[in-house]
């Protein structure tokens, strides 16, 4: 019985990364459907329901994907509300990586060290890592700031983490990397979580911040988002402080992508968020 996996991405073209993994994932064939939303998914998910017996069930798995975390939230709820009985698939949802790269990047940050009491800034954390990011240096323990370059879209943000997952987090906003600076004053953890090739830092406002600890840059296309972390820093020291890069942490977010699609086809009734990922993510990250 092949295993199959539906991808359904909210974007209009379906990410080719997210394809790339789905079959390093142990996916035998991969249908991609790009403009999904919570519309247009129920016809595809009877599809998926109504076509293979209860003990093969397991062989067919979804896969929600796509820039915008509350449009794909919404295609998830669609999803799950047209499962009944044993009429189910497993889900994995990962809006733009948002899951897995936070889930990696946090499990660096934790390996070895309790972030518990914490104070952690997540810097351009209004995007789907950020707030994935937020929630699981919350679930640590850690008190979690974020900031952004308008109030409103921080609110937005925040709002959305209190009601899916009841935590609470500071919205802080800093247009500039002066501002970004200063929110960064009194803090023990730094996450980068900005847009692809912005530099969000400069090297000295780390380097001379005594009170930062660790620090991560999610940013993997250069410039970095982070002026002076290397891309491939993992456990780096430098000026006091221990470093990892977007690729540094970035073998453990694919590893573990690969890994949690595995996991889809062990059964018809999974479902991987953001907790269950992390879990995952703890148990592979210094294997
Ligand atoms: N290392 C890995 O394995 C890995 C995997 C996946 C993704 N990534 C990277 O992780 C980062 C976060 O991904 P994402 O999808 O959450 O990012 P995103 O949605 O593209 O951007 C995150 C935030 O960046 C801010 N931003 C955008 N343009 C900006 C600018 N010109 N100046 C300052 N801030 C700006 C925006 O916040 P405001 O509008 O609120 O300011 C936005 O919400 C990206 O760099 C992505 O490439 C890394």
């Known amino acids: 019985m092949k295993k199959l996996l539906y991808q359904f991405d909210t974007d209009q073209q379906p990410s080719v990364f997210d394809n790339v993994v789905g079959f390093d994932g142990g996916a035998d064939h991969i249908s991609a459907y790009g403009g999904v939303n919570a519309a247009n998914?129920?016809?595809?998910?009877?599809?998926?329901?109504?076509?293979?017996?209860?003990?093969?069930k397991k062989n067919t798995a979804v896969f929600i994907g796509g820039a915008n975390m509350r449009e794909g939230e919404a295609v998830l709820a669609a999803v799950q509300a047209k499962f009944f009985a044993k009429f189910r698939v497993s889900v994995m949802f990962d809006c733009n990586g948002s899951n897995t790269t936070a889930a990696a990047a946090v499990a660096w940050l934790a390996h070895g060290r309790t972030l518990a009491g914490?104070?952690?800034?997540?810097?351009?954390?209004?995007?789907?890592?950020?707030?994935?990011?937020a929630v699981l240096l919350a679930r640590e323990g850690a008190s979690v700031a974020v900031t952004g370059r308008k109030r409103a879209v921080l609110e937005t943000a925040c709002d959305a983490l209190k009601s899916r997952f009841g935590i609470e987090v500071q919205a802080i906003e800093a247009p500039t990397n002066v501002e970004r600076g200063a929110a960064a004053a009194?803090?023990?953890?730094?996450?980068a979580a900005g847009a692809a090739g912005i530099t969000l830092l400069d090297a000295k406002q780390w380097q001379e911040n005594p009170s930062l600890e660790l620090i991560a840059d999610a940013n993997a296309s250069p410039p970095a988002g982070i002026d002076g972390v290397g891309l491939m820093d993992r456990g780096a020291s430098s000026h006091g402080k221990i470093l990892f890069g977007a690729?540094?942490?970035?073998?453990?977010?694919?590893a573990l992508h690969r890994a949690c699609i595995a996991r889809l086809f062990e059964q018809n009734d999974l479902l991987l968020d953001t907790d269950e990922i992390y879990r995952i993510a703890k148990g592979m990250v210094g294997n």
């Open 118 to 133: 914490k104070r952690a800034v997540i810097l351009a954390g209004s995007g789907p890592v950020g707030q994935r990011a």
């Open 41 to 56: 998914v129920g016809p595809l998910v009877e599809g998926a329901i109504f076509t293979r017996s209860p003990k093969d």
């Open 186 to 191: 009194g803090a023990h953890i730094l996450l």
């Open 247 to 254: 690729l540094g942490f970035g073998a453990l977010k694919l």
